[in-house]
């Protein structure tokens, strides 16, 4: 969830981050507008993501993100509280926010201002009890998600890997489950082959390295 115009930054970390969630086995949930919910939207993928609409289910608003919601209809899933031909109102907008954010296991908000309709999606996060994360940002910019760390009530996403639970790649692992000889091995990667073989991570059969695992 985030600003409507959102900088260079926070596009290209938006993307990262809704990704990096799909990846991980999360879907995505978010209001099918401009900027910040277009681009959490994209990055999860159609089949990852959850779009709900301050409209009726049959008025795909903003018509900018018309052809972006019919793939999420298709191959996601398009909500909406409203009856068929309802036409976006502010109201209506706040109680599309407030499911955005009942849906959710927990509110991240990219970016925003002060006076915003994150910062009351904030304030409805807050009140039922769920976790707001954000992104760093420079002073002067999104204060509204900077407030909200000054405050103590929201945390910040430093590493995106670690906050999606995605694993990073170790070459040395990688390399023992290509089954090198023993030789090899040593030759390489010296006293870690030792300690492998100690933790039980690998085994030695016909002169060769066997990878057990974790």
Not at 127 to 136: A, R, S
Not at 153 to 176: H, M, N, Q, R, T
Not at 185 to 200: H, P
């Amino acid at each position: 969830m985030g600003t409507r115009r959102p900088n260079t930054y926070t596009k290209t970390v938006t993307l990262r981050l809704a990704t990096a969630l799909a990846k991980s086995g999360k879907v995505v949930v978010s209001g099918g507008a401009m900027g910040v919910d277009a681009l959490a939207h994209r990055g999860a993928g159609a089949a990852n993501t959850i779009a709900v609409l301050g409209s009726g289910i049959d008025v795909l608003y903003p018509a900018i993100n018309r052809e972006l919601l019919q793939t999420i209809a298709k191959e996601g899933l398009l909500l909406s509280q409203f009856e068929p031909d309802f036409r976006p109102t502010k109201w209506s907008f706040v109680v599309r926010n407030k499911s955005v954010v009942a849906l959710g296991e927990y509110l991240i908000i990219t970016q925003a201002d002060r006076k915003s309709g994150s910062m009351r999606s904030a304030e409805i996060a807050l009140k039922m009890g769920k976790k707001i994360y954000v992104l760093p940002h420079r002073m002067g910019e999104s204060e509204g998600t900077n407030d909200l760390v000054k405050q103590g009530l929201a945390e910040v996403i430093w590493d995106i890997d670690a906050f999606c639970g995605v694993k990073k790649s170790d070459p040395f692992i990688e390399y023992l489950k290509t089954s090198p000889s023993y030789e090899e091995a040593l030759q390489k990667w010296g006293e870690r082959i030792y300690e492998a073989e100690i933790d039980g991570l690998i085994a030695i059969e016909n002169f060769k390295i066997v990878y057990k695992g974790e």
